[in-house]
């Protein structure tokens, strides 16, 4: 629902009119309305015949009464447009920094994030820089759809995000890709280390589907530039791909052995 549309018609107005003349105008303009109104109206009463007591009453009742209400309504209308537009703002915010699919970090975001933790960490962390990327994306998607291949990337990032606790930020960088960087006590080092590669193996999508990803994780230098972490990590998931290809090829490469021998015993 657009913004606009969350506005009462006065609300759209007073923000329509603070654009177009500017906040300090719109609010001096209603406050000297109002105080035109009651001087008009305590000068009528004033020049009214003597005799006619009650009308003199009313006309400075309702004289008092003008700034009394006009203040207080134009009060709330004002901070009620300010409460919808800080809400406006932070939905906006999160809309930009939030990934659409999987509720994580963005790229942005994790840019912005990973930045400053670089610079941040304290005596006794250790910053650990990662990617991550699922394995065999595409034929997930060919195989079971491109439903089965959203709900993977959700179930990793949440495993992911899991593991990673609040020692600093996971966001996913692209298509299939993940990073994260975390400030880590150097005692937990291990165990936050061994929880991010769980999270990436044996990642339940359906009772049909079971995928792993691949993990590049490396400590870095406090302060390093970001491009340079993001190079370590990207050439440490190089590494863990190479790696797991070949124990996945392995066994093949054992089975067709065997076949062969079985061949040549006949």
Do not use: W
Not at 92 to 116: K, M, P, V
Not at 167 to 177: H, I, K, L, T
């Amino acid at each position: 629902m657009p913004f606009g549309n969350k506005l009462s018609p006065l609300q759209q107005r007073l923000l329509h009119l603070s654009r177009t003349f500017g906040t300090g105008i719109v609010v001096a303009a209603i406050t000297g309305v109002s105080v035109a109104l009651s001087l008009g109206v305590t000068a009528l009463s004033f020049g009214a015949p003597p005799v006619d007591a009650t009308f003199k009453a009313y006309a400075l009742a309702i004289a008092t009464l003008i700034p009394l209400l006009v203040a207080p309504v134009v009060s709330i209308v004002v901070v009620r447009l300010l409460h919808g537009l800080a809400a406006a703002f932070e939905e906006l915010h999160t809309l930009a920094s939030t990934d659409a699919l999987t509720g994580i970090a963005n790229r942005r975001q994790y840019f912005e994030l990973a930045t400053g933790l670089l610079v941040t960490a304290a005596d006794g962390e250790q910053t650990l820089i990662g990617m991550v990327d699922l394995d065999r994306f595409k034929q997930i998607n060919d195989a079971h759809g491109h439903g089965a291949g959203d709900l993977a990337l959700v179930r990793v990032a949440h495993r992911l995000q899991h593991a990673a606790g609040t020692y600093g930020v996971v966001g996913r960088v692209g298509g299939d890709e993940f990073a994260l960087c975390l400030n880590v006590p150097q005692a937990q080092v291990p165990v936050v280390s061994d929880a991010l590669r769980a999270a990436c193996t044996n990642i339940a999508v359906t009772p049909a589907l079971v995928v792993n990803a691949s993990l590049g994780l490396c400590p870095v230098a406090g302060g390093i530039a970001i491009d340079e972490a993001m190079s370590l990590a990207d050439r440490a998931l190089y590494d863990a791909k190479a790696a797991n290809r070949r124990r996945t090829e392995a066994p093949q490469a054992v089975s067709h052995t065997r076949q062969r021998r079985a061949v040549s015993i006949d």
